[in-house]
């Protein structure tokens, strides 16, 4: 297990990342200086186009104006009303954080057989393209947002299937015969968190990430195993590990936390039961790196990961990092 100096020293720049809360893990989430985080759920949008409503969880804080904008796309099956530890955070920190309601969720009780669900990989990325498209009719829903949004500072993050949705939205390509995903990247997305997302493997879409020219960031933990699916957790590091080199303003890195599996020690939140073994210091040490990379990704900080390893509340749980 690599220790936070050497992991520091093979660093050039690393940017991490992907109501209110009542939960164990969550306690520590929100310093006391941290304003105050309100919640506006559900925020029902029209979607003509998907014959469907688009639920939304916003989160912000109380106060503040020029507040960025992070899209949060949830893993298969979950919704909007999960995740809650990194969206709580996250506003508490100064940002607006929106989280749909994708198509399959089980929240939802689609039937399987139901068209709609044939290429859903690619109606998640049109769920957050159609959010930034409809941000002035958000704001007629949620009036606390007028006058308060950066329509210029806008970030995406998503785990799990959210994690391979992220990609798509910066410049990752579907390569599958008679597929066309070239058209799904969005430009007023300036930087994706991509947590544990799909890799290159049987029985998930074929991807290409050599378009991705924007900071991307990939967490994983370095013990994510699934049965039959990958025996590595640098599988879930594919992204990162098959994309060509970043750049100095746009580069590539990724972090591994020590010990932790799919779920990254509750990063769901307490209201799920899949993490059997919640370990807080994970999460809050993600919760301090990603900041650090939103940050740092709209030029309000510098130094972002490097500093943090020392600094975040837990850098124990780093077990690897690097960037390229």
């Known amino acids: 297990m690599t220790s ?38 559900p925020v029902l949008l ?29 893993g298969a099956q979950y919704a909007k009303d999960d995740y809650l530890p990194l969206a709580e955070f996250w506003a508490a920190h100064g940002y607006v ?3 749909p309601t994708h198509l399959e969720s089980r929240s939802l009780a689609i039937p399987k057989d139901d068209p709609r669900l044939k290429n859903v990989w690619r109606s998640r990325v049109e769920d957050m393209r159609y959010v930034l498209d409809s941000l002035d009719t958000i704001v007629r829903l949620v ?46 997305i300036k930087a994706g968190v991509m947590m544990s997302p799909p890799g290159f493997g049987k029985g998930f879409l074929n991807m290409s990430w050599d378009d991705i020219h924007r900071p991307m960031l990939l967490i994983t933990g370095d013990n994510d195993l699934t049965a039959g699916v990958n025996d590595a957790w640098q599988y879930h590091a594919d992204p990162y590990f098959r994309s060509p080199a970043g750049t100095e303003k746009a580069p590539k890195c990724l972090a591994a936390m020590a010990g932790a599996k799919h779920y990254l020690g509750g990063i769901l939140g307490t209201n799920r039961t899949e993490e059997v073994h919640p370990d807080p210091a994970v999460v809050q040490q993600i919760e301090d ?18 500093s943090v390893a020392h600094t975040g509340r837990h850098p124990e749980a780093l077990s690897q990092a690097e960037c390229k």
């Open 143 to 188: 009036p606390a947002l007028k006058g308060r949004i950066d329509k210029g500072s806008i970030l995406a993050a998503g785990h799990s299937f959210g994690g391979q949705t992220t990609s798509l939205l910066i410049g990752a390509r579907v390569v599958e015969p008679g597929v066309d995903s070239s058209n799904l990247a969005d430009s007023r």
């Open 97 to 99: 954080v929106i989280q």
């Open 4 to 41: 936070a100096p050497s992991i520091l020293s093979r660093l050039r720049t690393v940017l991490i990342c992907a109501a209110l809360i009542s939960s164990p893990l969550a306690a520590a989430d929100t310093p006391q200086s941290s304003p105050t985080v309100v919640t506006y759920n």
């Open 46 to 74: 029209a979607y003509p186009a998907q014959d469907k409503s688009l639920a939304l969880r916003i989160t912000m804080p109380a106060e503040g104006k020029k507040l960025p904008i992070i899209l949060f796309s949830h």
């Open 289 to 306: 790196m990603s900041l650090a990379f939103f940050e740092e990704s709209l030029g309000r900080r510098h130094g972002g990961f490097a």
